[in-house]
């Protein structure tokens, strides 16, 4: 299986699960984090029977990506803003849970396979989270 571009052509995103490191098997969709979301509507992209019960759930993140790429030549992209998410109580709370039990997250693009974690800033690893700047501050790097 072998994915190959145009110059500007749409790359799609798919989110997939997130879940905490120490029990793999516990896993959720990644939108019940409170991940920016472009539209609550996004496309859905459904394996077979294995897939389902391993809990995976593909979602088109719609999020505006091109390749850029071409013959080996590689072109500057600005940095630019996904999305504004407000934190609120809740929202930080939900976050802050996912930061103390380690939560991965598991992305697809194209053939790529990505799994991130989320984690807190250096200066905050050490710290118990208790204020709520703190997890603004950290979620930000997300």
Request: with cysteine; glycine share 6%; charged share 25%.
């Amino acid at each position: 299986f072998f994915f190959q571009y145009q110059a500007n052509e749409q790359v799609t995103l798919w989110v997939n699960k997130v879940g905490p490191y120490n029990n793999p098997q516990e896993t959720y969709n990644y939108y019940s984090l409170p991940f920016c979301r472009k539209t609550e509507n996004g496309i859905h992209k459904w394996g077979g029977l294995g897939e389902v019960l391993g809990g995976n759930e593909l979602i088109d993140s719609q999020i505006d990506i091109k390749f850029l790429s071409t013959m080996g030549c590689h072109k500057n992209v600005d940095r630019s803003v996904i999305c504004h998410l407000e934190l609120d109580e809740a929202k930080v709370k939900h976050f802050k849970d996912a930061i103390e039990n380690s939560y991965w997250f598991e992305l697809f693009m194209g053939m790529y396979h990505i799994y991130l974690y989320i984690l807190l800033r250096k200066k905050y690893q050490r710290k118990k989270i208790d204020s709520l700047d703190c997890i603004r501050s950290a979620v930000c790097y997300i």
